[in-house]
């Protein structure tokens, strides 16, 4: 898969503030945009680009959407929060449109059921490409054109779409896995991809410094509401392993009858576990007594030293009882990733956290239907770390806050453990 850099600010200030840090002309502040605007919405087409028309409208489950919709929809997000707002005579491209790919924004207006969108056959993809291709132009003149005392309101708006178009690359690749794992053909997204290589050295856990630390997006660079204030947590005495969990040591937890062991489970985890009769992590299948799993490659073998993934939050916290450890909360990772004790933050797999998705103290949602981003999901979810080796590159932060419910597991998500004293 295409890991080109899509970082959306190659040309402006470090602190998100287009100019603020390092002064530059709005010309100047206008082509990095404009640049940074192409560089993610083409990379959003390199990601649908290994796929047919077929596959794009595949909806495998309700938790996903199909490949069109996501193109359609982080499309729709630049017209509506972007265009409509910033460009007086603008016209909606095609008025049907916003029913169909606004995804949960309740202020801006009605939409189409979620688990129906794989039944959306018409726009076809190349109604979508169209779809595109009218809003890029409209949103480069408006980039080009936008006055003086409009810019900063106009490029703070534009940079939200673009880190919001990155997201749905992340979920365009997990979506679509998880369509072609249904297929008992177990076709290939891309026949030579191959698995982000960990980080080899000595494994073992490390300590955390204790006592009070400072976590949350400091005001560097661009971050979502959800990430801040950067605020106060008090830390105990703890480690924190340095690598992931492999695929050997879940095997070896499968071995010892961990999923047919209720004393390891959550109540709730153990429900799951019996109403999907689950008996390994997400994609794997065993065949004469060998574990294979989907990847984006096609079925592989699975490999013992690569870090194990498309694990839930359930499957985290049983495998940590069973080893006799925890999961870290978000603020213990935090502080030890920032201080760089630990290996493979990113770009393999999120690393489930103890930590309820919740409001940092003080935090505020913003005003109007952008303020439905993040802040109405705080409840009944649990907070990832890190990033996944589908993240697009410059998408991940140390201060990220990704957030599934427990029994999720289509995405890459893994597991790194804690322990106490
Ligand atoms: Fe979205």
Avoid at 81 to 91: C, N, Q, R, T
Avoid at 173 to 188: E, G, K, V, W, Y
Avoid at 265 to 279: I, K, M, R
Wanted: charged letters at 20%; hydrophobic letters at 40%.
């Amino acid at each position: 898969m295409a890991r080109s850099s899509v970082s959306p600010r190659p040309r402006v200030g470090a602190n998100g503030a287009p100019g603020r840090l390092y002064p530059q002309s709005l010309d100047e502040t206008r082509a990095g945009w404009r640049d940074a605007f192409r560089r993610v919405r083409d990379e959003t087409e390199a990601r649908a680009a290994n796929l047919s028309a077929e596959d794009q409208i595949v909806q495998s489950m309700a938790d996903a959407s199909p490949a069109k919709w996501h193109r359609a929809h982080v499309t729709w997000f630049f017209e509506q929060f972007l265009l409509v707002p910033g460009i007086a005579d603008y016209k909606i491209y095609d008025e049907r449109f916003p029913f169909l790919f606004n995804s949960y924004y309740v202020a801006a207006g009605p939409r189409h059921a979620r688990p129906q969108r794989g039944l959306i056959t018409r726009p076809n993809g190349a109604d979508v490409a169209g779809y595109r291709a009218h809003v890029d132009a409209a949103v480069e003149r408006l980039i080009e054109t936008v006055r003086a005392e409009d810019a900063d309101s106009v490029f703070k708006i534009l940079e939200i779409g673009l880190h919001h178009e990155q997201q749905h690359q992340e979920l365009l690749i997990t979506d679509i896995l998880h369509a072609f794992a249904q297929n008992p053909t177990d076709p290939a997204y891309d026949p030579d991809w191959e698995p982000p290589k960990p980080t080899q050295g000595p494994r073992g856990f490390v300590e955390v410094p204790s006592g009070i630390h400072r976590i949350g997006h400091d005001g560097d660079g661009y971050c979502f509401d959800n990430e801040t204030p950067f605020h106060d947590e008090l830390i105990p005495s703890m480690r924190i392993a340095r690598h992931l969990v492999t695929i050997g040591e879940w095997i070896e937890f499968i071995a010892a009858g961990g999923y047919a062991t209720p004393s390891l489970w959550l109540s709730d985890g153990w429900a799951t576990v019996q109403a999907e009769g689950w008996q390994a992590p997400g994609y794997w299948r065993e065949q004469d007594g060998l574990w294979f799993s989907m990847t984006l490659a096609g079925l592989k073998p699975v490999d013992p030293a690569a870090p194990v993934m498309h694990v839930s939050y359930y499957e985290a916290d049983a495998l940590a009882r069973f080893a006799g450890k925890h999961l870290p909360s978000e603020a213990e990772w935090e502080v030890a990733a920032r201080a760089g004790l630990l290996a493979d933050v990113f770009g393999i797999a999120w690393q489930w956290t103890r930590s309820a998705y919740l409001p940092y103290p003080g935090y505020r949602a913003a005003e109007g239907a952008l303020g439905e981003y993040n802040g109405k999901f705080m409840v009944n979810q649990m907070v990832l770390r890190g990033s996944s080796l589908a993240t697009p590159a410059g998408h991940e932060r140390v201060s990220y806050r990704n957030f599934f419910y427990p029994p999720s597991r289509w995405q890459f998500s893994g597991v790194r453990l804690a322990e106490f004293n």
